[in-house]
């Protein structure tokens, strides 16, 4: 694991070591262990290298045996041994027992399309000297990050946000856009970065840079319209534990010790309980929770400890730590935090570098699985909706679509399609509720959400021919775990620690993608179906359902019954306990600050009001609206203002 930023033009560029080490240093704490750096008259590449695999001989930038590519490389490559066995027995003679150089030989021998045969989590950059091009890799699910600048001739690249805007090659100004869909989804989608002339290289794709241009391509592709198993739940039981026994396996290759992040819930247990199961020595767990009361999973953190006898370590927060923190995270990450927990996963992170380099973490489970059933099992609320309005009369659609779920909260009649409501029941701000908040230059610079509305209509229009039920389980594979990937390497390379994620391997994917939505979330009986009819997701979901069907029913052969079995928790953060007291002083002294006030932004009617009415809302979202301001006006005055 590792980190890289550097600058390419095909029509030559004037070499500046001594900016370069700089830029370079800037992520330093992606890779403390080496430097690496190459230079000609068209490229400057600076590396930073985490050493976990080939630790002696694995250095970067690397050249290829016929000096033709320079390859700098963020990420890991899994089946890097199987691949190793080819090109040796194409008596092809490598000089490392490293991942990069497998890398770079095969690329160099095969050709760029043997990507696909590569296992892994990657960011990396290729440059090829004898075409004059350089390349732009990312891996198929997005799990390693890069980011971009491009001017027509002239390519600036990073693994991080604050190296590539410390090029000073653009001017830093706010995108808007990314403002908006920040306020209503907690993540920057489809609009660009929050800064304007920032791109971040999508998910399965690459782009190549040469003297005509910029061209991009994807070589992967989400399994939207897989063809469903015919098999029974015992056969997808095995099959199941076959794969994501194979695939913890294979994320366990490294020459240092791998730990787990054990939060004590369903996803973090079983993976620690089969990776404990290929591992001969005694593994370290790690937790962080809260003091308040029903936030902290530790017991059930300690039940699996004491299963697999694991050493174990658990850090406590309480809203002091959180109000420090807060500023300095937000300066390491270059963006508005997307999630509150991202300040107790930093600190965890902290503790974790004391202990090991890398690290298994279950982010994907709820993706691949079905584990947000208030979102992700609402198609079953929206096949009752298209129901009444294609066949009922309208003056009477209201009355009937209330005794079906509907309420104040979310008003189904209002509703012209599947997107209608996805935004209301994914949403942190709502809509119109979010354009009030921002002030009338804004609302004409956003075009009233023109560019997002955009985005996401297209995005469904993909989708138009997947079954409703199972729609807004692709979404959140493409999107949602966008954000929560970004979120683990920020924070875990903030401390220079590998987070590798087991159930994001494509093979799961592929695979779950396969499995007909009953084994992602199954009505508890007949009749709590029936009940269901006459509800909403949010009220069904984990009372009348189960979320996460097959990954339960599989973890009861590996992990106690009552963490297979318990409600998801989510590792939520006590907002809204906390705005009783001092983080609501905090935020007073944030948000009513001349310097917010006067940036333009929101309007200042909409910050008294929701400062001073508490909204007695589930999951802390008055809270959540509340921390995403102050998340906002802290990244613009580390980023925006002074420049």
Same mark, same amino acid.
């Given at each position: 694991?590792?980190?890289?930023?550097?600058?390419?033009?095909?029509?030559?560029?004037?070499?500046?070591?001594?900016?370069?080490?700089?830029?370079?240093?800037?992520?330093?704490?992606?890779?403390?262990?080496?430097?690496?750096?190459?230079?000609?008259?068209?490229?400057?590449?600076?590396?930073?290298?985490?050493?976990?695999?080939?630790?002696?001989?694995?250095?970067?930038?690397?050249?290829?045996?016929?000096?033709?590519?320079?390859?700098? =490389? &963020? @990420?890991?490559?899994?089946?890097?041994?199987?691949?190793? /066995?080819? $090109? +040796? #027995?194409? *008596?092809?003679?490598? %000089?490392?027992?490293?991942?990069?150089?497998?890398?770079?030989?095969?690329?160099?021998?095969?050709?760029?399309?043997?990507?696909?045969?590569?296992?892994?989590?990657?960011?990396?950059?290729?440059?090829?000297?004898?075409?004059?091009?350089?390349?732009?890799?990312?891996?198929?699910?997005?799990?390693?990050?890069?980011?971009?600048? =491009? &001017? @027509?001739?002239?390519?600036?690249?990073?693994?991080?946000? /604050?190296? $590539? +805007? #410390?090029? *000073?090659?653009?001017? %830093?100004?706010?995108?808007?856009?990314?403002?908006?869909?920040?306020?209503?989804?907690?993540?920057?989608?489809?609009?660009?970065?929050?800064?304007?002339?920032?791109?971040?290289?999508?998910?399965?794709?690459?782009?190549?840079?040469?003297?005509?241009?910029?061209?991009?391509?994807?070589?992967?592709?989400?399994?939207?319209?897989?063809?469903?198993?015919?098999?029974?739940?015992?056969?997808?039981?095995? /099959?199941?534990?076959?794969?994501?026994?194979?695939?913890?396996?294979?994320?366990?290759?490294?020459?240092?010790?791998?730990?787990?992040?054990?939060?004590?819930?369903?996803?973090?247990?079983?993976?620690?309980?089969?990776?404990?199961?290929?591992?001969?020595?005694?593994?370290?767990?790690?937790?962080?929770?809260?003091?308040?009361?029903?936030?902290?999973?530790?017991?059930?953190?300690?039940?699996?400890?004491?299963?697999?006898?694991?050493?174990?370590?658990?850090?406590?927060?309480?809203?002091?730590?959180?109000?420090?923190?807060?500023?300095?995270?937000?300066?390491?990450?270059?963006?508005?935090?997307?999630?509150?927990?991202?300040?107790?996963?930093?600190?965890?992170?902290?503790?974790?570098?004391?202990?090991?380099?890398?690290?298994?973490?279950?982010?994907?489970?709820?993706?691949?699985?079905?584990?947000?059933?208030?979102?992700?099992?609402?198609?079953?609320?929206?096949?009752?909706?298209?129901?009444?309005?294609?066949?009922?009369?309208?003056?009477?659609?209201?009355?009937?679509?209330?005794?079906?779920?509907?309420?104040?909260?979310?008003?189904?009649?209002?509703?012209?399609?599947?997107?209608?409501?996805?935004?209301?029941?994914?949403?942190?701000?709502?809509?119109?509720?979010?354009?009030?908040?921002?002030?009338?230059?804004?609302?004409?610079?956003?075009?009233?959400?023109?560019?997002?509305?955009?985005?996401?209509?297209?995005?469904?229009?993909?989708?138009?021919?997947?079954?409703?039920?199972?729609?807004?389980?692709?979404?959140?594979?493409?999107?949602?775990?966008?954000?929560?990937?970004?979120?683990?390497?920020?924070?875990?390379?903030?401390?220079?620690?590998?987070?590798?994620?087991?159930?994001?391997?494509?093979?799961?994917?592929?695979?779950?993608?396969?499995?007909?939505?009953?084994?992602?979330?199954?009505?508890?009986?007949?009749?709590?179906?029936?009940?269901?009819?006459?509800?909403?997701?949010?009220?069904?979901?984990?009372?009348?359902?189960?979320?996460?069907?097959?990954?339960?029913?599989?973890?009861?052969?590996?992990?106690?019954?009552?963490?297979?079995?318990?409600?998801?928790?989510?590792?939520?953060?006590?907002?809204?306990?906390?705005?009783?007291?001092?983080?609501?002083?905090?935020?007073?002294?944030?948000?009513?600050?001349?310097?917010?006030?006067?940036?333009?932004?929101?309007?200042?009617?909409?910050?008294?009001?929701?400062?001073?009415?508490?909204?007695?809302?589930?999951?802390?979202?008055?809270?959540?609206?509340?921390?995403?301001?102050?998340?906002?006006?802290?990244?613009?005055?580390?980023?925006?203002?002074?420049?």
């Amino acid at each position: 694991m590792c980190g890289f930023v550097g600058i390419f033009s095909p029509r030559g560029l004037r070499s500046d070591k001594q900016k370069l080490e700089k830029l370079t240093n800037l992520i330093h704490h992606r890779g403390p262990n080496e430097n690496g750096y190459f230079i000609d008259d068209k490229i400057n590449l600076g590396f930073k290298r985490l050493s976990i695999i080939d630790i002696k001989n694995g250095q970067q930038p690397f050249k290829s045996q016929n000096n033709r590519y320079i390859l700098v =490389f &963020n @990420g890991e490559i899994y089946n890097y041994k199987d691949l190793r /066995k080819i $090109l +040796i #027995s194409k *008596n092809i003679k490598l %000089k490392t027992n490293s991942d990069t150089e497998v890398l770079v030989e095969s690329i160099s021998n095969f050709g760029l399309d043997y990507i696909s045969k590569m296992n892994g989590m990657f960011a990396f950059v290729l440059y090829d000297q004898k075409e004059n091009c350089t390349y732009l890799f990312r891996d198929r699910l997005g799990i390693k990050p890069l980011f971009y600048y =491009f &001017n @027509g001739s002239k390519i600036a690249f990073s693994s991080e946000i /604050k190296a $590539l +805007i #410390s090029t *000073n090659l653009f001017k %830093k100004e706010i995108n808007f856009d990314a403002i908006s869909s920040y306020l209503s989804f907690r993540y920057n989608y489809g609009v660009g970065n929050f800064f304007k002339n920032i791109e971040t290289l999508d998910a399965g794709h690459f782009i190549k840079i040469s003297s005509n241009g910029i061209e991009k391509q994807n070589y992967w592709d989400y399994p939207f319209d897989q063809e469903k198993f015919n098999l029974n739940e015992g056969e997808l039981l095995d /099959k199941t534990k076959e794969l994501i026994t194979t695939v913890t396996a294979d994320h366990l290759v490294s020459d240092v010790p791998v730990g787990s992040l054990l939060s004590g819930g369903l996803d973090s247990s079983l993976l620690t309980t089969i990776m404990n199961q290929n591992k001969s020595e005694k593994i370290n767990t790690f937790s962080a929770s809260f003091k308040n009361e029903g936030y902290d999973e530790n017991y059930f953190a300690q039940l699996i400890s004491k299963q697999i006898n694991s050493n174990h370590f658990n850090i406590v927060l309480n809203s002091q730590d959180y109000e420090k923190n807060l500023n300095d995270i937000i300066n390491h990450t270059a963006t508005p935090l997307s999630i509150p927990h991202e300040i107790a996963i930093n600190s965890l992170f902290k503790e974790i570098k004391n202990h090991t380099k890398v690290v298994i973490s279950g982010e994907g489970a709820d993706e691949m699985f079905g584990g947000y059933g208030r979102v992700q099992s609402s198609g079953f609320d929206y096949k009752k909706i298209n129901f009444i309005k294609k066949f009922f009369p309208k003056a009477i659609q209201k009355t009937f679509l209330k005794l079906l779920g509907s309420n104040k909260n979310f008003e189904w009649h209002k509703y012209d399609n599947q997107l209608d409501h996805f935004f209301d029941i994914y949403k942190w701000f709502g809509l119109n509720e979010k354009l009030d908040f921002f002030t009338n230059d804004i609302n004409l610079i956003i075009k009233k959400d023109e560019k997002l509305k955009s985005f996401w209509s297209l995005e469904f229009k993909k989708l138009k021919n997947v079954d409703k039920l199972e729609k807004i389980l692709f979404i959140f594979q493409k999107h949602h775990l966008q954000c929560l990937l970004h979120r683990l390497d920020m924070h875990s390379m903030s401390h220079s620690v590998e987070a590798r994620v087991p159930f994001c391997d494509h093979r799961i994917i592929e695979f779950m993608n396969k499995v007909p939505y009953r084994y992602k979330f199954k009505w508890k009986t007949k009749m709590h179906k029936f009940l269901a009819l006459f509800n909403n997701s949010f009220d069904n979901s984990e009372n009348k359902d189960i979320s996460k069907y097959l990954l339960r029913k599989l973890s009861l052969k590996f992990i106690p019954k009552e963490i297979s079995n318990k409600k998801k928790l989510g590792f939520p953060v006590p907002l809204d306990h906390w705005l009783d007291g001092s983080f609501l002083d905090y935020s007073k002294q944030i948000l009513l600050d001349k310097t917010t006030l006067n940036r333009g932004i929101f309007d200042s009617n909409q910050i008294y009001n929701l400062l001073f009415k508490k909204e007695n809302t589930k999951y802390d979202f008055w809270g959540k609206k509340i921390w995403m301001l102050i998340n906002i006006e802290l990244w613009a005055r580390n980023f925006i203002d002074g420049n």
